[in-house]
């Protein structure tokens, strides 16, 4: 069981490119999450999934876009990255019915 | 909308001290706590929640935080920190249907030898 994976774990892209980054979870989970943390903002939701097929926005959706083809994975895509975006990620699911959220590891991007 | 404030960024303290890292919360629902926990590069982990009854919560590792309705706080505490306590703390906030997260800024712990 390995929980929630994130890929990748660190990239740099120059400003204009574009990416993808893959989160998956074993756990079964219905609720999916992608955040983005920076110094002294704590963690902020960019976009969320209450199941498969579905996505909507959070607080700072601007400059992303998401999909939820298969239940079991989440993708954040960057379609033309700015300096702006450089931060970590985060990527969270939420079972059903319960109410503690599993983390992934973060993918550190930078853009230059 | 719901909201938290940990209005200590860094907390420093020696090794042994007590420590309590505040949280205050607003929100018109009832809600459940958080506290989470990072360590230098990693993702977050789950410290200890309230989701209902006893007030006072408790991890295994020696964290405790009291979730006090009317000062709408959830400080975490311990009454002797390590070394290896050294992480970023992250108060956070749900509603009772367990979605609608919101993050505090997070209060970094440093504990000193």
């Known amino acids: 069981n390995a929980g929630v994976t994130q890929t990748p774990k660190f990239r740099v892209l120059k400003t204009g490119q574009s990416m993808t980054l893959l989160c998956a979870q074993d756990m079964n989970h219905e609720y999916m999450y992608w955040y983005r943390q920076d110094p002294g903002m704590g963690l902020r939701l960019i976009h969320y999934?209450?199941?498969?097929?579905?996505?909507a926005k959070g607080e700072v959706p601007d400059g992303y876009n998401v999909s939820r083809l298969k239940k079991q994975n989440f993708l954040l895509g960057l379609e033309s990255a700015a300096p702006s975006q450089t931060s970590v990620y985060f990527c969270?699911?939420?079972?059903?019915?319960?109410?503690?959220?599993?983390f992934g590891p973060g993918t550190r991007l930078l853009v230059l | 909308a719901q909201s938290v404030t940990q209005l200590d960024s860094q907390v420093p303290v020696f090794e042994e001290a007590p420590v309590e890292l505040r949280c205050n919360y607003s929100?018109?629902?009832?809600?459940?706590l958080f506290w989470y926990v990072q360590y230098p590069n990693q993702g977050l982990q789950l410290l200890l929640k309230?989701?209902?009854?006893?007030?006072l919560v408790e991890s295994i590792n020696g964290f405790e935080a009291e979730f006090n309705k009317s000062q709408t706080s959830f400080h975490l505490r311990k009454p002797s920190v390590h070394i290896s306590d050294t992480a970023e703390y992250f108060c956070a906030v749900s509603d009772n249907y367990g979605q609608n997260f919101v993050f505090g800024p997070g209060t970094r712990l440093s504990v000193l030898p």
């Open positions: 929100s018109s629902v009832s809600v459940y």
């Open positions: 309230y989701l209902s009854g006893s007030t």
């Open positions: 999934s209450v199941g498969e097929g579905t996505t």
């Open positions: 969270a699911s939420l079972g059903n019915g319960e109410e503690t959220q599993y």
